[in-house]
C-alpha cells in the first residue's frame, strides 16, 4: 500500500518539471569551432558525472574559524576572512545540490543527443543531389556532383587581395585546387546505398510542408547511420589534410548558398558580387534541424516520445537562432568563450593537421602554422562581424551577434581548481546548467548573475535606435549603488521618439514641439558642410523626400540617428556627434546627482564593454572590476585598462541572464510545498488512526477495556490473519 501510495504522490509534481527536464534543445555558438564541439561531446556523454573535471564535495574546502560575537570580529579585523568562510559555505552547498542532484539514479538517462550543423549542411546537399529530376543518382554520378561542388566552393578567396602570404605559401596557380582524381580513392557506395532508402519522389517542400512523420524518421534514420557520419569524418579529413583554411571556407560558402537561394551549387563568387541578393531559402537549413529534431522525439524513444534533450553544434547565424527560440520555449542559446587566446588553439589544431601528414619524427615548418593560423584567424573574425547583416545580406554567419544574443555564457576551461568558488571547468559549469534545466530553481543566482540581470533589464529604457546598453555599479559586496543606460541627458527627447517626417515638413500640430525635440543645429539653414555649402536640414530633406509615400514603413515610426547621419555628410566616423551618454557615464551621473557612497573598489556590471572615454572615468573613480557581456571594439582594454599601477580588472560574463534567467531560476512552486508533496509520500499514522482501521477490519467496536473473552476472541482472529498471509 505504501508504494502505490508514493507513486501517487508523486506523479503531480513530477509532471510540473516534464515541460524542460524531459525536452530540451541548446543551440552552441562561438568563435571556437574546437570549442564548441568539446562542451558538446560533453553534453552527450551518459556517464558525464565521472567527468574528471568536476570536483567531489567532500573535497571542497570550508573554514573552520572560532564562533564570536560580531564586535570581536570587527575588533581583530577579521571581517574578509568570515566573509570569505562564509561565501565557501554557500558555494559548497550550492555546489553538492547540483551534483547529488545529478548522480541520483533518476537522472543517469539525461544525455543530449548531438546534431552536428556542419552534418546538416551535407545531409542538405546529398538530399538536394538526390532530388533533381531525371538524375540517375550512382556513385559515379554522385561523385562527379561532389567534385563540381569542390572545386566551386573549395577554393582560395574570391578577393585576390585577402591573404597574399598564404596564397603565396601554397603556390596557388588558379582557383582550381581540386582536381579530377581528388576523390579516386574514396569509397563512396555506402553513402548511396544509404541515401536511395529515401524514397525517389523526395523534395524538401514535402519533407519541410508535409505532417507525416514517415518521412521524418526515415531522413532521421539516415542522419543518425554510421556510413553517413563515417562519410562526412572521412570527407572532412579528406579536406582538412588537403587545405585547412579552404575546409572553413567550403562550409561557409555551402550554408550561404543554401540560405540565399536554397541551391548549394550556385556560385559563390557571383553570390558575393550580388548587390540584391535573395535570401528565400534563409531558414532551409534551420528548418531541416527543426525536422531532425522532431525525428529524435519520434525515433529515440518511442514509448516516451517527448522524452529528448538536443544540443545543436553549433549555430552561427543569430536569424537560424531566433527561428529555434520562437518555436521552443525550452530552447537556450550558449555561447562558449575561450580562456586562452584563440590563436594558440588555432595553431594547436593547424599544427596538429599538419604533423598527420608527415612523419612522427617532423615538426610542421613553423611559417607554414603560423601564416596558416593568421589567414584562419582573419577568416573567423570576418564569420564573426555584422558587417553584412548591417547591408541585408541575412544568409551570412554573424557569430558576433550570436554570441550577443546567447543568454547563457561559459567559459571554457579543461582544467578544474580546486580553491575557485564558483562553477569553474566547463564541466562544473555545464553541470550547473543540467541540473538549473532539470528543475528549475533548484539554486539561487551567483551575485554575477543577479547584477547582471538588472543591467539587462535597464538597457530596455535606451531610446538609442544603434544600441541598448545598461550599467549596474555596485560595492566591493555586490549590492547594487547605481543603474543606468545610454539615453541623451535627462529633459532632451530620445532618438526613439524623434521623426524625420515632423523634422522635415512638421504639421501644425507637431510645430509646438519641434523646437523642443531638434537642436539648433539640427534646425539651422545655415551652410555646414564645405563640399556643397548645405546645412543638415537641407541634405536630410533630399535624402528623404519621398519619406511620405514610402510603403515599406507600414506605419513604422520615421525616427532617426543623428550621429549616423551627420557622420555620413561629414565623411568622419565620430563618437562625439552621438547625442546619448553612453549606460557606464549615466550611471556615474546618477550617483552624482543624487548623492552617492564612493565607489573606490567597486564593480560595474554592463551589457558591452566600456569604450576608451567610459573606461577613464570608470578607472578614476576607483571601480576594481568590470563584467560585460559583448566586447566592445576598439583599443580601451590595451590602451585604458591594461595601463598603470591599479588596474581593474576586465571580466567577461559566465554565466545567465535575459529570459533563461527566469526559465532557469524560477521555481515551478515553492520548494517548501514541493517538499511537502514529495514527503508526505511517506506519510506517517498515529497508532489511533492505526486502532481504527484495526477494530474496522475486525468488526468490533473500540473499548477502553475488554473481557477475557473478547480479548482471546481478538487474539483468535489476528492468528488466522497472519496463518492467510503466510499462505498468499
Known amino acids: 500500500m505504501g508504494n502505490i501510495d508514493n507513486i501517487k504522490a508523486r506523479i503531480p509534481v513530477d509532471e510540473l ?12 555558438t562561438g568563435i571556437s569551432d574546437t570549442s564548441c564541439a568539446e562542451l558538446s561531446k560533453m553534453m552527450s556523454d551518459e556517464d558525464f558525472m565521472r567527468d574528471p573535471g568536476l570536483r567531489i564535495p567532500k573535497d571542497l574546502p570550508v573554514d573552520q574559524l572560532p564562533i564570536i560575537n560580531n564586535s570581536e570580529i570587527y575588533d581583530n ?3 574578509g576572512r568570515y566573509n570569505k568562510a562564509v561565501g565557501k559555505l554557500i558555494f559548497k552547498r550550492k555546489y553538492t545540490i547540483c551534483y547529488d542532484f545529478l548522480s541520483n539514479e533518476a537522472q543517469k538517462e539525461t544525455a543530449y543527443t548531438v546534431i552536428k550543423y556542419n552534418h546538416v549542411v551535407w545531409l542538405y546537399l546529398l538530399l538536394f543531389i538526390y532530388s533533381i529530376k531525371n538524375f540517375t543518382f550512382n556513385k559515379h554520378n554522385l561523385k562527379s556532383k561532389i567534385l563540381e561542388i569542390l572545386k566551386e566552393k573549395f577554393a582560395p578567396s574570391h578577393k585576390e587581395q585577402v591573404e597574399k602570404d598564404y596564397k603565396k605559401l601554397k603556390d596557388y596557380q588558379s582557383k582550381e585546387i581540386i582536381g579530377e582524381q581528388f576523390l579516386d580513392n574514396f569509397d563512396i557506395v555506402p553513402i548511396v546505398n544509404l541515401i536511395q532508402t529515401i524514397p525517389t519522389d523526395f523534395s524538401f517542400k514535402k519533407y519541410f510542408e508535409s505532417q507525416d512523420n514517415t518521412l521524418v524518421e526515415k531522413i532521421y534514420d539516415v542522419f543518425c547511420h554510421k556510413d553517413f557520419k563515417e ?3 572521412k570527407m572532412d579529413g579528406l579536406l582538412e589534410t588537403c587545405d585547412i583554411l579552404a575546409r572553413e571556407r567550403f562550409y561557409h560558402r555551402l550554408s550561404a548558398c543554401i540560405r540565399s537561394l536554397g541551391d548549394p551549387f550556385y556560385s559563390s563568387e557571383k553570390l558575393s558580387s550580388e548587390k540584391n541578393p535573395d535570401c528565400t531559402h534563409l531558414y532551409d537549413l534551420v528548418k531541416m534541424i527543426n525536422k531532425l529534431i522532431k525525428g529524435v522525439r519520434i525515433g529515440k524513444n518511442p514509448e516516451h516520445k517527448n522524452e529528448s534533450r538536443i544540443v545543436i553544434d553549433s549555430i552561427k547565424n543569430s536569424l537560424e537562432a531566433l527561428y529555434l527560440k520562437e518555436r521552443y520555449t525550452a530552447f537556450y542559446l550558449m555561447a562558449v568563450h575561450d580562456e586562452e587566446k584563440y590563436l594558440d588553439i588555432i595553431k594547436a589544431k593547424v599544427k596538429r593537421i599538419l604533423k598527420s601528414k608527415l612523419n612522427p619524427q617532423e615538426e610542421p615548418n613553423k611559417n607554414e602554422v603560423d601564416l596558416t593560423s593568421d589567414a584562419i584567424l582573419r577568416f573567423k573574425k570576418k564569420e564573426a562581424d555584422a558587417k553584412d547583416f548591417d547591408r541585408g545580406i541575412f544568409f551570412s ?6 554570441i550577443a544574443d546567447a543568454e547563457i555564457h561559459i567559459i571554457n576551461r579543461k582544467d578544474k581548481n580546486s580553491e575557485a568558488l564558483s562553477f569553474y571547468s566547463t564541466a562544473e559549469q555545464w553541470m550547473k546548467y543540467k541540473a538549473l534545466i532539470l528543475h528549475p530553481g533548484l539554486i539561487t543566482p551567483s551575485s554575477e548573475e543577479r547584477c547582471m540581470i538588472v543591467a539587462y533589464t535597464a538597457k530596455f529604457n535606451s531610446g538609442c535606435l544603434s544600441r541598448q546598453v545598461g550599467a549596474v555599479i555596485t560595492n566591493s559586496s555586490h549590492s547594487i549603488r547605481t543603474i543606468g543606460w545610454n539615453d541623451v541627458p535627462y ?12 523634422y522635415i515638413s512638421p504639421s501644425p500640430t507637431s510645430l509646438q514641439y519641434t523646437k523642443y525635440m531638434y537642436s539648433a543645429f539640427e534646425q539651422s539653414d545655415e551652410p555646414h558642410y564645405d563640399e556643397d555649402k548645405t546645412s543638415l536640414k537641407s541634405k536630410i530633406r533630399y535624402d ?10 507600414e506605419g513604422l515610426p520615421t525616427s532617426y540617428c543623428f550621429k549616423s547621419l551627420e557622420n555620413k555628410y561629414s565623411d568622419v566616423k565620430n563618437q562625439v556627434h552621438t547625442r546619448s551618454l553612453h549606460a557606464e557615464e549615466n550611471a556615474m551621473m546618477q550617483m552624482v546627482r543624487n548623492g552617492g557612497e564612493k565607489l573606490k573598489d567597486g564593480i560595474i556590471y554592463v551589457t558591452a ?4 572615454l567610459c573606461s577613464k572615468k570608470l578607472y578614476q573613480i576607483g571601480v576594481r572590476r568590470i563584467v560585460y557581456i559583448d566586447p566592445y571594439p576598439g583599443i580601451s582594454r590595451m590602451q585604458i585598462v591594461n595601463c598603470g599601477y591599479k588596474r581593474p580588472e576586465l571580466k567577461l560574463f559566465e554565466g545567465v541572464y535575459g529570459e533563461s534567467y527566469f526559465k532557469l531560476y524560477r521555481p515551478f512552486m515553492s520548494y517548501k510545498d514541493e517538499f511537502g508533496i514529495r514527503f508526505s509520500a511517506q506519510k506517517l499514522h498515529t497508532a489511533s488512526e492505526i486502532l481504527q482501521e484495526f477494530t474496522k477490519k475486525i468488526k468490533k467496536g473500540h ?4 473481557t477475557e473473552d473478547e480479548y482471546n476472541e481478538i487474539k483468535s482472529i489476528i492468528e488466522n490473519i497472519k496463518i492467510e498471509e503466510n499462505k498468499n
Open 703 to 706: 473499548k477502553d477495556t475488554y
Open 231 to 233: 562519410f562526412i569524418e
Open 609 to 612: 564593454s566600456p569604450c576608451e
Open 17 to 28: 518539471y516534464k515541460s524542460r527536464s524531459c525536452f530540451s534543445i541548446i543551440a552552441l
Open 491 to 502: 529633459g532632451q527627447i530620445p532618438c526613439g521618439l524623434r521623426s524625420l517626417t515632423d
Open 544 to 553: 528623404y523626400e519621398d519619406l511620405k509615400n514610402s510603403k515599406h514603413l
Open 77 to 79: 579585523g577579521d571581517e
Open 397 to 402: 554567419p554573424n557569430v558576433s551577434q550570436c
